[in-house]
């Protein structure tokens, strides 16, 4: 099968981190291959409607994923674990975990909870480390097929376009995420309006959310967007929506702020945006990341003197993702965050798109 396979090299690694989206695309570790599908009992075979790609893959691409969780991937390894599959004529949702049952383990602690996106084995077992898109034995979305446990897949509700069904995943994050603001604050502060920030923003109001949702869009199609999913007033940076609801106080050279906002999630999965979201929380606030920022530096000082909470998503439960692919058919308008579908072929121009960019691998 023809699949992009990404293979670790650390000259470029180093190379991509300092120079970032300036390195060239053609020397990015990166190359369209053909493959053999492997075979494995319990496991079905997936054809690749469509699959993104994810801020997390262009972190690993350009050198920025945090060193401390390398040992939980494996590579070479098709990239891709956004994806929309095909079986038997019928759509579905891959979920990408390969957690203790599709390792062939009994259940650890948090598998036995339900908790799957937390299972302690994700480094043992009968596969190498990783989720689909970053191990190593089983491919992901980037190729034509993949190989999947039948209970990974969820069948796509009726009517449901293939450019909303394949934001499936993202969507379970995002989920997963939000139930974690419950009981619901009164206000919302989302920090960045790209896939993740405008899938929070049109996922809490289908999830009942009836308090104030604030928005900080960098562009002004963003901002256009944001509107438009539902947004009660938008922000052209953190710097205007801090002095909109904060009070400065100044000593010598420095600053400081009382005031803020209930909620803050940070969507953008910067630094930048990481200690943006603390200074924006208000006193005993939360702050929920929906992103996924790596090594960076921040002030740790809103934690205590502010005492801002701090909550994370990264993954979910089987139940989060049934409950994301659940919410498909309401979620009128989510295909409007697509910013171009690209043969396997031409993979530079993807990770150049703007807006969310997918794989089409199987092109007739």
């Known amino acids: 099968m023809k699949a992009l396979l990404y293979t670790p090299s650390l000259p470029r690694f180093f190379a991509a981190r300092v120079l970032g989206k300036r390195f060239p695309k053609g020397l990015l570790p990166l190359s369209l291959t053909q493959l053999p599908l492997p075979e494995r009992q319990g496991f079905v075979r997936v054809r690749v409607r469509l699959s993104g790609v994810c801020g997390s893959d262009l972190a690993l691409l350009y050198g920025k994923s945090p060193p401390s969780i390398s040992p939980f991937f494996s590579f070479p390894a098709v990239l891709g674990h956004e994806i929309l599959g095909e079986v038997e004529g019928s759509l579905v949702a891959v979920n990408p975990l390969l957690t203790c049952a599709d390792r062939g383990l009994p259940p650890c602690p948090k598998c036995q909870e339900g908790e799957e996106g937390l299972c302690q084995n994700v480094a043992e077992g009968s596969l190498a480390p990783g989720m689909l898109g970053y191990n190593r034995d089983l491919p992901g979305g980037w190729g034509e097929w993949i190989l999947a446990r039948p209970e990974r897949l969820y069948p796509i509700p009726a009517h449901v376009p293939e450019e909303r069904a394949v934001l499936a995943e993202p969507l379970a994050v995002v989920v997963r995420g939000l139930k974690k603001l419950k009981p619901w604050p009164k206000e919302v502060l989302i920090l960045g309006m790209g896939t993740l920030g405008l899938l929070a923003l049109k996922a809490l109001r289908a999830l009942g959310f009836s308090g104030k949702v604030y928005a900080v869009a960098k562009y002004p199609h963003q901002a256009e967007r944001a509107l438009a999913f539902g947004a009660d007033g938008v922000y052209g940076s953190a710097?205007?929506?801090?002095?909109?609801?904060?009070?400065?106080?100044?000593?010598?050279?420095?600053?400081?702020?009382?005031?803020?906002?209930?909620?803050?999630?940070?969507?953008?999965?910067?630094?930048?945006?990481?200690?943006?979201?603390?200074?924006?929380?208000?006193?005993?606030?939360?702050?929920?990341?929906?992103?996924?920022?790596?090594?960076?530096?921040?002030?740790?000082?809103?934690?205590?003197?502010?005492?801002?909470?701090?909550?994370?998503?990264?993954?979910?439960?089987?139940?989060?993702?049934?409950?994301?692919?659940?919410?498909?058919?309401?979620?009128?308008?989510?295909?409007?965050?697509?910013?171009?579908?690209?043969?396997?072929t031409d993979w530079q121009k993807a990770l150049s798109a703007k807006g969310k960019a997918l794989f089409r691998p199987n092109v007739s």
């Open 239 to 344: 710097k205007e929506a801090l002095l909109e609801r904060a009070k400065r106080y100044r000593y010598l050279l420095f600053e400081g702020y009382r005031g803020g906002y209930e909620a803050v999630l940070e969507a953008s999965g910067s630094g930048a945006g990481f200690r943006q979201a603390l200074t924006l929380a208000q006193e005993g606030g939360r702050v929920l990341l929906l992103g996924a920022p790596g090594l960076d530096w921040a002030d740790l000082s809103p934690f205590w003197f502010k005492e801002v909470g701090l909550v994370g998503s990264y993954t979910y439960s089987p139940e989060e993702f049934a409950q994301a692919v659940g919410l498909l058919p309401e979620l009128v308008g989510l295909e409007a965050l697509i910013g171009g579908i690209f043969p396997l």
